[in-house]
C-alpha cells in the first residue's frame, strides 16, 4: 500500500514548482553556499530533492551536487529541466532511510521537508537524519528544515494554510494536532500535472527545537544550531520563535 507522500508526488512535477513554498530558492542557496564559506570544491547532497530546485541552482553556481529523491515522477521533472538547462546531475531513485553513501560528502541538504517529518514513525524519521550523518565526511556540514513543533501550540495551523492558500495551488483542510505525538492529520486537496483534481489524507511530525538538537547529538554531531526558517531568506541572525512555522538547524559532523 502506497502511503500519502508517495500519493501526492505522483505527476507533480509541474505543479510543485508552481507552489508558494518552491519560489524561495535562490535565497536558501545563498545561505548554503555562505555556510561552506563559498569553496565549490565542496560536494553536496541534496535528500529529498523533488524536482531539482536546489541541486539545479547549486549546480549553476559551479558546485558538484547529487540529488536523490523516493518519487520517480518529480526526479523525471528534475532531469527535464537540468536537461533544459545543459547541466549535467547525477539525480538518482533512493529512499532516504536507506542511502548508498559512507562518508563522500561535504555537505546534506534537505529542505522544505526533503522527507523528513513524512514518516510514519519517528524511528524511520531518525533513519533519514542517521543516513545524512552517514553520507557526510568527517567536518562535513548538515542544513535541513522541519516543522516547528512550537507553532500548533500558540497557534492555529488550519489558519495558517489558510492565510497563505492561493488559488490553483494545494489546500490543507480539517486540520487536527495531536498533543501527545506532535503529528499533524488534514485533508491535502491538489491538481496534478494532468489536471485532475485529487484528495488524500496527510500525516506529518512536527518537532520542538531540543528534540532536534537531541537527536542530532545523539548521532554525533556538534556546532548544532536552530533558527527561523524564512522562506528565500535562511539566516542565523533569525532566532527562531512560535510564530515560525519551520525552523532551520545546522550542524557539523566531527
Not at 505543479?15 to 553556499?33: L, S
Not at 555556510?35 to 547549486?58: A, P, V, W
Not at 533513519?127 to 556540514?141: C, Q, S, V, Y
Amino acid at each position: 500500500m502506497k502511503q500519502w507522500y508517495e500519493t501526492l508526488f505522483e505527476n507533480y512535477g509541474r505543479t510543485y514548482d508552481g507552489e508558494v513554498f518552491t519560489q524561495g530558492t535562490a535565497g536558501e542557496c545563498d545561505f548554503i553556499e555562505a555556510e561552506l564559506g563559498f569553496n565549490r570544491c565542496k560536494k553536496i547532497l541534496d535528500i529529498g530533492c523533488g524536482t531539482g530546485r536546489h541541486s539545479i541552482e547549486l549546480t549553476k553556481r559551479g558546485y558538484n551536487v547529487v540529488g536523490v529523491d523516493l518519487s520517480a515522477s518529480q526526479l523525471a521533472r528534475a532531469r527535464e529541466k537540468a536537461g533544459e538547462q545543459g547541466l549535467r546531475i547525477e539525480f538518482l531513485q533512493c529512499d532516504a532511510r536507506n542511502l548508498p553513501f559512507e562518508s563522500e560528502f561535504d555537505c546534506a541538504v534537505m529542505l522544505c521537508e526533503g522527507g523528513f517529518s513524512l514518516m510514519e514513525t519517528d524511528e524511520m524519521n531518525f533513519e533519514i537524519l542517521k543516513n545524512a550523518a552517514a553520507a557526510l565526511m568527517p567536518g562535513g556540514r548538515f542544513i535541513f528544515t522541519a516543522l516547528n513543533g512550537l507553532f500548533p501550540l500558540c497557534n492555529s495551523v488550519e489558519k495558517f494554510y489558510d492565510d497563505n492558500a492561493k488559488e490553483g495551488q494545494a489546500a490543507c483542510q480539517n486540520n487536527t494536532f495531536d498533543l501527545m505525538t506532535f503529528r499533524e492529520d488534514n485533508i491535502t486537496t491538489f491538481t496534478d500535472d494532468a489536471g485532475i483534481k485529487k484528495e488524500i489524507r496527510s500525516n506529518e511530525r512536527y518537532y520542538i527545537p531540543s528534540e532536534i538538537t537531541w537527536l542530532l547529538k545523539t548521532l554525533g554531531f556538534v556546532n548544532i544550531g536552530i533558527f527561523a526558517s524564512k522562506l528565500g531568506a535562511y539566516s542565523r541572525e533569525d532566532r527562531l520563535t512560535t510564530g515560525d512555522f519551520e525552523m532551520l538547524a545546522v550542524a557539523e559532523k566531527p
